[in-house]
């Protein structure tokens, strides 16, 4: 079966209060159907930008209003783009797996304008094709100066990224590898994608090191490299992978390493391997909501490029990420914190607790410890849940006492003499080894206050894009 759709009016401002038709549907006649609408603009051709439940008559039509219109700030076309009937809830009990999602697409796409008051009801179609060819544009940029020198591309390999969908980036695009990687298989993987992409070159047998594990790769692709020469060319490859590591790194909770750079000169043909290897992989979650976004990558990357400050707390959380040993990690947090509070609470004030009380022994932020608690206070993220029933004061001790366990011991040693007699940081350490049944653990928190602290740096230095 198929349906119409339309959203109006045709055009639309933010807040602007509209109304959904969906006609033409006869086998939905006195239901209810889950209907989505995506929008599309100048950097993501797709993003999804509401869905609701519709009534059905029974002639086949339904209409829902919404009076708070939508949110989106930026100009772009909105459409209704798929509808079906939801499944009953799924009962556990059931033997039965859960039923899929029905998905019906429009027979016709009807679009509306948002957000570009200057845009006539009959022209939306133009609008969306003028949409396309600016996204076009911000994306086919060559690095380099076009037209000097020779030219180059470059497919960049990272380990340690998974990634579910291509993402255009300014420069290339970040591309998903699906295969499943174990022993020996890096190299049919770079091959595979090397066939994907189109390229003539594969890397050989006999120089392959095969000592792998399992893991997760992508590969950063940069068609247009214009440079002098090869090592020119390699340069500006491995800059533009460094700015998208960090990106990435923070938006999809990964670790992620470049670890082999394919180059190849396009007149004389020619291509060598460069291999640059010295798991975790971060966010499971794909699409936009994990993270793979354009609009995403450019505002990280944005603020990244925009505040040094900024580069080095991302650097420091990726450090932190790659970070295999739990002690090491607490440390490693923690300094993350640590230099985020020393760049912005100021020195030797009075800390009070929720309680009214002050700091025990006179705390003040001249003091690691209630320094950081006071940048974790400030940073809106009261109500959360902390770790064993407690609050911010408890979680933040804790979690000091691991980082000072790993300072001064190498790591924490629960059953050692000498640790036991730290009476200031000891007690508070040990209670990291447990945590409220339920809660994900001290170290996933941290590892959370980390990314929503770094995440609020970002959004102040993100330009307007």
């Known amino acids: 079966m198929t349906f119409n759709a339309r959203i109006e009016p045709y055009v639309l401002e933010m807040g602007q209060p509209f109304t959904v038709f969906v006609n033409d549907a006869p086998e939905w006649s006195n239901t209810t159907i889950s209907v989505q609408i995506e929008s599309s603009d100048d950097i993501e051709p797709l993003m999804m930008a509401m869905s609701f439940s519709m009534e059905i008559g029974d002639d086949g039509t339904g209409s829902w209003h919404h009076a708070s219109g939508f949110e989106i700030d930026r100009e772009c076309v909105v459409f209704v783009s798929a509808a079906g009937i939801a499944p009953p809830p799924f009962d556990p009990s059931s033997k039965q797996p859960p039923l899929a999602q029905e998905v019906v697409y429009p027979e016709f796409v009807s679009m509306t304008a948002l957000n570009s008051p200057k845009t006539a009801s009959d022209k939306v179609v133009d609008l969306y094709l003028d949409l396309q060819r600016r996204r076009e544009a911000r994306f086919n940029q060559p690095l380099g100066t076009a037209g000097q020198g020779s030219q ?3 497919a960049v390999f990272i380990e340690g990224l998974l990634i579910t969908q291509q993402i255009p980036t300014t420069h290339g695009v970040v591309h998903p590898q699906m295969l499943e990687v174990n022993d020996g298989d890096l190299r049919d993987l770079i091959n595979a994608s090397l066939e994907r992409l189109i390229w003539p070159g594969r890397v050989d047998d006999e120089a392959w ?8 790769f992508a590969v950063f692709e940069f068609p247009q490299i214009w440079a002098e ?34 180059l190849e000169r396009r007149a004389p043909q020619h291509i060598r391997f ?17 993270g793979e976004s354009s609009r995403e990558v450019l505002r990280v990357g944005g603020a990244i490029a925009a505040a040094p400050e900024v580069e080095l707390y991302v650097n420091l959380y990726l450090e932190a990420r790659r970070e295999k040993q739990e002690d090491s990690r607490y440390f490693k947090l923690w300094a993350v914190l640590e230099t985020i509070a020393i760049n912005e609470i100021p020195d030797g004030a009075k800390v009070f607790l929720d309680d009214g009380s002050q700091w025990p022994e006179g705390g003040t932020t001249s003091q690691a410890a209630p320094r950081v608690f006071e940048l974790v206070r400030s940073g809106s993220l009261a109500g959360r849940q902390w770790p064993d029933g407690g609050d911010l004061y408890a979680f933040i001790r804790a979690v000091y006492g691991r980082r000072n366990a790993a300072a001064h011991y190498g790591r924490f040693i629960p059953t050692d003499p000498v640790q036991k007699a730290q009476w200031k940081w000891y007690p508070w350490a040990a209670k990291t080894l447990s945590a409220e049944s339920g809660h994900p653990g001290w170290l996933w928190e941290l590892d959370a206050v980390v990314h929503e602290l ?5 959004a102040e230095n993100a330009p307007a894009i």
């Open 209 to 216: 090191n095969q000592q792998l594990r399992r893991n997760d």
């Open 274 to 290: 460069r291999n640059l290897r010295k798991s975790d992989p971060g966010n499971l979650i794909g699409g936009f909501m994990g």
């Open 229 to 262: 020469d090869e090592t020119e060319a390699d340069a500006l490859a491995m800059a533009e992978t460094d700015k998208l590591v960090l990106a990435l790194a923070y938006l999809r909770y990964a670790a992620p390493r470049p670890i082999m750079v394919a």
């Open 152 to 154: 180059f591309r470059a």
């Open 454 to 458: 770094v995440g609020s740096r970002i």
